[in-house]
Structure formats: structure tokens, C-alpha cells
């Protein structure tokens, strides 16, 4: 599933809007995209719904819709509960009334019909006469004024359909349906199946079309941006700052730091390096420095990237998430050097102990930071005492627990030397990751960050995603600005080119 969760409600037959015989399975609807806010040149407003939808599904590769269950606790998941299973309680009535009535079974099995032939793939006609012909409504509607309706039979050549038309993931939910005698249960478990087969489809539509949603996000959002530059053509000066100052920091001397040189020598050699040499800039250099500073941006600084106005949502979620990334690596770099390797060598030991740190970190968003710091190193280092004893081994003396605790509490100081270090290695990891892609940017991890290697695929796959697809979007826009900061020109447009 993916970081970004759309949520599908699958209705039941019986819904107020419904009418008591017409039951209705819901099409994938989604909320709207936050959004930064109001910016003086409204960029956002001028991408519709359809063009953010389109842009999220390029970039996210793993995008999927999501059916949403409404919880038994909640009024509107108790309200909903009790006006499906009236209508189910209905159908039952209508079913053994002497003669039945078959009202209600026909509009089910109407919609049933409906959703069949929707699951249907373009080439299959032989497969959509066949549904067509066997739940023919006319001659149905005829078997139920004669009280012939084989609701039974029919529905035995509904599972039968479902079988030929499920995913694998489906498989099992639909044998189970074959043990179910009751015909009312029966039908009632054939539609919330069908639902889930419905969203399959979706998610295999969207799937199929993702190439072509990404060409029609990058080709609308560059059309929409050029009609606004040609209206204002100040549009991209705060692009301009952001792309000079990431030239002008790497063209500033490394800061001293006694970490600096083993971080950025394990994490990522080339990009390091090419940062930090005092060899002339090149667009790859400038736009990935200039992409590691959005990650810092001043919330208060309102010269925000133009280009990037629709992303800035996203990148402060990346921001919050390498905050609490470098928090949580550095409570267990703190931790492994009190415990010793013997515990961090039990994977089991640093998957609980992760579990309790991240757990602990969301108080901090809601408690004074001191408060919750002293939660979470009491916690920690409760958890290695314990840890050590279980496996017969010394625990930590006063001293040494002292020593944590009070570590542990400071972990968050930005002048912590432990922090710094944390902090400097997940940039030059996220550097890396620009330059040498994610995958590559994983094989040789520094003391500090192996412990977090998921969490740090995660983010950095997040990370090169958005800036893969700005560069996509704007790179023509980057490159004549680029033109201006990197001399000279001409060796400069086979750089770009690469944008």
C-alpha cells in the first residue's frame, strides 16, 4: 500500500439514496490533495483535480485505491450496519412471502449483471454474450411474475462467472461464498466480493495507464506554468534565488566537522565529493543541492520555488519525516553504544526496540519535547536492562543508565554531536540517492543508518520521485536559468540536456 491512502467507501444494498430495492457498490471516489497555502500567484488554483490525480499516480508508482470501512464504533459505521442488514432483512421477507416476491431480487441481480460486465476486459465478447444471455433481465422479470425465479441457480452461475473474472487475491473469498446455502447471505457476500474484484479493476486500470497519466501530467502542469509566465513574467524569480543559492553553497568550503569526512566517504563517494571538489558546477550538482534545500526551507520564508508550489505540501511531509528519521537513528546509535552488539545483534531486539521508539516519538507532537524525551529515554533504556538480563548478560550499572537516559534526552539539540552526525549522513543519503538512484545509494550504509534502511528506502524513493518528476515538468525552465549561474554556455546544454 502506498504512504499516500485513497479510501473507497463500498456500499452495501440499502443506502437511504439507494430506495429500498436498489442496492449500489460505489466507484472509487478520492478526497481532494492538500495543498500549500494561497500563494500571490495562485499557481495551485490553476491545476484542476484530474491533473493532480494524474500527477500522484506518475510519480507513485505503488498508487492504489483503497476500499473504506467505516468502523462498527463509529455512529456512521452503526447507522449504515443497521440499514443494511434492514434491507437484507427485506430481502429475506420478500423471499419466503407466499408467493415470493422477486422485486428486490431482481434489482440486485440487475446491478450484479451491471458490475459483471464492467469487470469485463474490452476483447471478451464471447464472455459478455454469455452474461448478457443467462441474466437476460426481460426473461427474468417473466420467471417472476410466474414465481419461477431460481434465484439459487442463478446465483450458483454468478460464482461460477466470478471465478472465470476474480484476481488470485480473490480466490479464496469466493470459495467460501460456495459453502453458503442461505440465498440471502448468499447474494449479500456476492456483492461485497464483487466490490473488492470492482477496486481490483480499478487499481489494474490505474496501473495500465500510469505512463500515459505521468505524460499528460508533465505536458499539462509545463502548459499551464508557461501560460502564467507569459501573463507574469517575474513567475520564476523566486526560482532563480533557489537555484543561486544552491549554486553559492557549493561553492562555499565544506563545514568543519570532525564527521564529515567518514559521512560523506561511506554514505555516497561521487556525490560527496563532486559537492565538496573545487571543480566547476554542473547542472546535476546545482539542482540536487538546490532539492536537499527544500528539505530545510524556512517555513516563515515565503520565497518558495515557483516550479515547486504544488509539491511543498509533500516536502514538508518528507521534511517531518527525515526529522523523525534522524531522531530515531540517533536514539538507536545512542542505545547500541550502551548495549553493546551482542543485543543489537538480535533483529528481533532493534525491531522492538524500534517499535517503542516510534511509538514514543508521536507524543512528542502532542507533549512539551523535554517531557516526552524523558518518556522515551526511561522507556529505552527500561527496555535494554531488561533485554540484557533475558539474555544473561550484565545489566547496565546507575552509572552507565544514568549516562543514557541523560544522552537519550538531549537527542533532539540540534548542536547534539550525535544528531549532527545523523542528520549530515541522511542528507548525503538523500544526495546520493539523486545522483546514484536509491537502490545503489543502499549497498554500503555508514555506522548509524543500517539500522533504519527501510525507513530510508522509503524516503529516499519518495524524495527522488518528486524531484525526477519537477525536473520532468520544468527542466527547460531550469536549464535557461542554469545557463546563467554555470559558464559556460555552450558545455552547459549537454549537461542539461539530461534534465
Known amino acids: 500500500m502506498t504512504d499516500v491512502e485513497e479510501n473507497v467507501p463500498l456500499k452495501d444494498p440499502g443506502d437511504a439514496e439507494s430506495g429500498p430495492c436498489k442496492p449500489e457498490i460505489s466507484g472509487p471516489t478520492r478526497e481532494d490533495m492538500s495543498s500549500p497555502k494561497d500563494h500571490p500567484f495562485r499557481l495551485i488554483d490553476t491545476v484542476n483535480d484530474v491533473s493532480k490525480l494524474s500527477k500522484e499516480v506518475g510519480m507513485n508508482h505503488d498508487f492504489h485505491m483503497e476500499e473504506k470501512v467505516l468502523p462498527l464504533s463509529s455512529l456512521e459505521g452503526r447507522v449504515q450496519e443497521t440499514m443494511h442488514n434492514a434491507f437484507w432483512d427485506h430481502l429475506e421477507e420478500q423471499l419466503l412471502a407466499t408467493p415470493p416476491d422477486f422485486s428486490c431480487a431482481l434489482e440486485l441481480l440487475k446491478e450484479i449483471k451491471e458490475i459483471l460486465l464492467s469487470l469485463l476486459l474490452p476483447r471478451r465478447n464471447r464472455l459478455r454474450s454469455e452474461i448478457e444471455e443467462a441474466l437476460d433481465m426481460n426473461l427474468l422479470k417473466q420467471d417472476a411474475e410466474h414465481g419461477a425465479l431460481n434465484v439459487p441457480r442463478l446465483s450458483k452461475y454468478i460464482l461460477n462467472m466470478m471465478t472465470l473474472l476474480c484476481a488470485p487475491v480473490r480466490d479464496e473469498a469466493v470459495q467460501k461464498l460456495e459453502n453458503i446455502t442461505d440465498p440471502v447471505r448468499l447474494l449479500r457476500g456476492i456483492f461485497q466480493v464483487l466490490g473488492l474484484m470492482k477496486m481490483d479493476m480499478v487499481n489494474y486500470t490505474i496501473q495500465s495507464l500510469q505512463p500515459q497519466l505521468q505524460e499528460h501530467s508533465v505536458q499539462y502542469e509545463r502548459a499551464k506554468f508557461q501560460e502564467l509566465l507569459n501573463k507574469q513574467p517575474s513567475l520564476l524569480d523566486h526560482t532563480t534565488k533557489w537555484l543561486t543559492r544552491a549554486a553559492a553553497d557549493l561553492s562555499m568550503p565544506p563545514p ?211 524531484t525526477h518528476h519537477s525536473q520532468q515538468v520544468f527542466g527547460p525552465y531550469y536549464m535557461e536559468i542554469l545557463k546563467t549561474l554555470i559558464p559556460p554556455a555552450q558545455a552547459l546544454e549537454t549537461e542539461v540536456g539530461s534534465l
Open 256 to 466: 568543519s566537522c570532525p564527521d564529515t569526512r567518514d559521512s560523506s566517504s561511506v554514505v555516497c563517494p561521487s556525490p560527496s565529493e563532486a559537492a565538496n571538489s573545487p571543480e566547476p558546477l554542473n547542472p546535476k550538482m546545482v539542482l540536487s543541492q538546490g532539492f536537499l534545500n527544500l528539505l530545510l526551507w524556512d517555513p516563515e520564508d515565503e520565497e518558495f520555488p515557483e516550479t515547486l508550489l504544488m509539491d511543498r505540501a509533500q516536502l514538508q511531509e518528507l521534511e517531518a519525516q527525515l526529522r523523525q528519521l534522524t531522531i530515531l537513528a540517533s536514539v538507536l546509535l545512542v542505545a547500541s553504544s550502551f548495549s553493546g552488539s551482542v543485543l543489537f545483534g538480535s533483529p528481533q531486539f532493534v525491531a522492538k526496540l524500534k517499535r517503542i521508539t516510534k511509538a514514543l516519538m508521536e507524543e512528542l507532537k502532542s507533549r512539551p519535547e523535554e517531557e516526552a524525551l524523558l518518556t522515551v529515554s526511561e522507556q529505552v533504556s527500561q527496555e535494554i536492562h531488561q533485554s540484557l538480563q533475558n539474555m544473561g548478560l550484565a545489566a547496565l550499572s546507575s552509572d552507565n543508565t544514568a549516562s543514557l537516559i541523560g544522552e537519550l534526552q538531549n537527542i533532539t539539540k540540534k548542536e547534539n554531536c550525535v544528531h549532527s552526525v545523523i542528520d549530515q549522513r541522511i542528507h548525503l543519503f538523500l544526495k546520493c540517492c539523486l545522483v546514484l538512484g536509491v537502490q545503489r545509494s543502499l549497498l554500503d550504509l555508514p555506522v548509524g543508518l543500517t539500522l533504519i534502511e527501510a525507513e530510508l528506502a522509503e524516503l529516499g524513493q519518495k524524495f527522488v520521485s518528486l
